[in-house]
């Protein structure tokens, strides 16, 4: 029977995670295009987007509070009640011509993009130990389905309404409508009460922070994030420049998206077989791979395959960083712990989006290419310096 529990709650938020990724992955797809070609905004295109990221990275703290004290359930549908106003307010912004709505959108919809990143977490409290990896691998899988509806109601929207893409927002408020519905049906184990949280000795943050597995693995997930944003916010505006029609931008997309979460169904027992540092680096050289493609031309081809490879390098890497991640810190600090992770992944997320217009606009798409190896750099450096550490712990 708990067996039953367990993979009937599993398969419940991964379904959540499909449709509210989805959500994420219209945004994406959707609001540069809608803001450069409606708007005539192009230097600030992707302005709104990075209004989300730093949503996120305002709303982690906060919305992990929320979830200890009350409890994921009631956290997560307080998420989907800032994604419907988000995407309204964008879809306002649009329809009215008023680019600070849409900024404003972003800025909401970025706390429900923050409590969406918070199901991997929650995932492994779903399952029994041991079992961690599989389950955010498990629940990052309903990715796959996102990269299928995002894209799919994007292309299907985006010229239903005028002007173009406010359908695309409206079809948004709808995917956290049924995100909420969903959400009542999970069971979450109950909130930490407050004399279990005061229990024990809690580390201050620092010093969770600053240990070698925590500071890597937040590294990791920042550069896999930043890397994924960098190129993925930028790839609709530098197809369009390429003369490409902005429908090959909704393939490139559901591929990018594609590349993203299919890996997720064996990531896990990959982590499991090799280890989670072997994982890490297959992941940033899959990002270089991607770099390298995206380097040799301009053509349709170049653009899927890149995109593509980003995709599945960003798995490996995040879902290695998560998996190290969870390792770091007791339970009364997860709150705290998974915060300050995503707030750090997420403030450079933010900054990456915000120069991808700007850079696309004013250098282009090989020079955003070229600072991309520099970041995937820095992966490579990380993961194996601790793989060296633990090496001369063992020998």
């Given at each position: 029977m708990?067996?039953?529990?367990?993979?009937?709650?599993?398969?419940?938020?991964?379904?959540?995670?499909?449709?509210?990724?989805?959500g994420?992955?219209?945004?994406?797809?959707?609001?540069?295009?809608?803001?450069?070609?409606?708007?005539?905004?192009?230097?600030?295109?992707?302005?709104?987007?990075?209004?989300?990221?730093?949503?996120?990275?305002?709303?982690?703290?906060?919305?992990?509070?929320?979830?200890?004290?009350?409890?994921r359930?009631f956290?997560?549908?307080?998420?989907?009640?800032?994604?419907?106003?988000?995407?309204?307010?964008?879809?306002?912004?649009?329809?009215?011509?008023?680019?600070?709505?849409?900024?404003?959108?972003?800025?909401?919809?970025?706390?429900?993009?923050?409590?969406?990143?918070?199901?991997?977490?929650?995932?492994?409290?779903?399952?029994?130990?041991?079992?961690?990896?599989?389950?955010?691998?498990?629940?990052?899988?309903?990715?796959?389905?996102?990269?299928?509806?995002?894209?799919?109601?994007?292309?299907?929207?985006?010229?239903?309404?005028?002007?173009?893409?406010?359908?695309?927002?409206?079809?948004?408020v709808?995917?956290?409508?049924?995100?909420?519905?969903?959400?009542?049906?999970?069971?979450?184990?109950?909130?930490?009460?407050?004399?279990?949280?005061?229990?024990?000795?809690?580390?201050?943050?620092?010093?969770?922070?600053?240990?070698?597995?925590?500071?890597?693995?937040?590294?990791?997930?920042?550069?896999?994030?930043?890397?994924?944003?960098?190129?993925?916010?930028?790839?609709?505006?530098?197809?369009?420049a390429?003369?490409?029609?902005?429908?090959?931008?909704?393939?490139?997309?559901?591929?990018?998206?594609?590349?993203?979460?299919?890996?997720?169904?064996?990531?896990?027992?990959?982590?499991?077989?090799?280890?989670?540092l072997?994982?890490?680096?297959?992941?940033?050289?899959?990002?270089?791979?991607?770099v390298?493609?995206?380097?040799?031309?301009?053509?349709?081809?170049n653009?899927?395959?890149?995109?593509?490879?980003?995709?599945?390098?960003?798995?490996?890497?995040?879902?290695?960083?998560?998996?190290?991640?969870t390792?770091?810190?007791?339970?009364?600090?997860?709150?705290?712990?998974?915060?300050?992770?995503?707030?750090?992944?997420?403030?450079?997320?933010?900054?990456?989006?915000?120069?991808?217009?700007?850079?696309?606009n004013?250098?282009?798409?090989?020079?955003?290419?070229?600072?991309?190896?520099?970041?995937?750099?820095?992966?490579?450096?990380?993961?194996?310096?601790?793989?060296?550490?633990r090496?001369?712990?063992?020998?």
């Amino acid at each position: 029977m708990n067996d039953r529990r367990m993979a009937r709650n599993l398969l419940l938020l991964a379904c959540c995670q499909a449709i509210g990724q989805a959500g994420n992955v219209m945004m994406f797809t959707a609001t540069a295009l809608a803001v450069s070609g409606i708007l005539q905004i192009h230097d600030w295109a992707t302005l709104p987007v990075t209004m989300q990221h730093l949503g996120v990275m305002l709303s982690v703290f906060p919305a992990a509070l929320l979830m200890q004290r009350r409890g994921r359930g009631f956290g997560f549908r307080v998420g989907s009640l800032c994604g419907m106003l988000g995407a309204t307010l964008c879809g306002y912004g649009l329809w009215s011509g008023q680019f600070l709505f849409m900024c404003l959108g972003g800025l909401v919809l970025g706390y429900a993009v923050a409590s969406l990143q918070m199901y991997r977490f929650a995932a492994v409290e779903l399952v029994g130990p041991g079992l961690g990896a599989k389950a955010i691998s498990w629940v990052t899988a309903g990715g796959v389905v996102a990269g299928i509806i995002g894209p799919t109601l994007a292309r299907a929207t985006f010229d239903k309404w005028q002007p173009m893409y406010t359908a695309t927002y409206a079809g948004m408020v709808g995917i956290h409508i049924a995100v909420f519905v969903l959400m009542c049906f999970i069971r979450f184990p109950p909130p930490m009460a407050k004399a279990q949280r005061a229990a024990g000795v809690q580390r201050p943050l620092w010093v969770i922070a600053t240990q070698p597995d925590f500071a890597v693995a937040a590294i990791a997930a920042m550069i896999a994030f930043g890397t994924m944003s960098f190129l993925m916010s930028a790839s609709p505006l530098a197809i369009v420049a390429c003369g490409l029609p902005q429908t090959e931008a909704h393939w490139v997309i559901f591929l990018h998206v594609m590349g993203m979460f299919v890996p997720s169904f064996f990531t896990g027992n990959l982590i499991q077989r090799f280890g989670v540092l072997n994982v890490m680096l297959l992941g940033a050289v899959l990002l270089g791979s991607g770099v390298t493609v995206g380097l040799h031309g301009l053509d349709a081809w170049n653009f899927r395959a890149a995109l593509m490879l980003n995709g599945v390098g960003w798995n490996f890497l995040f879902v290695g960083a998560t998996t190290l991640v969870t390792t770091t810190y007791r339970p009364a600090e997860r709150g705290k712990a998974q915060a300050m992770n995503d707030f750090l992944v997420f403030g450079t997320t933010a900054t990456c989006s915000l120069l991808a217009g700007l850079l696309q606009n004013r250098l282009g798409w090989f020079p955003l290419n070229y600072m991309s190896i520099v970041l995937i750099m820095v992966a490579v450096a990380a993961v194996g310096w601790l793989k060296l550490q633990r090496r001369g712990a063992f020998a």
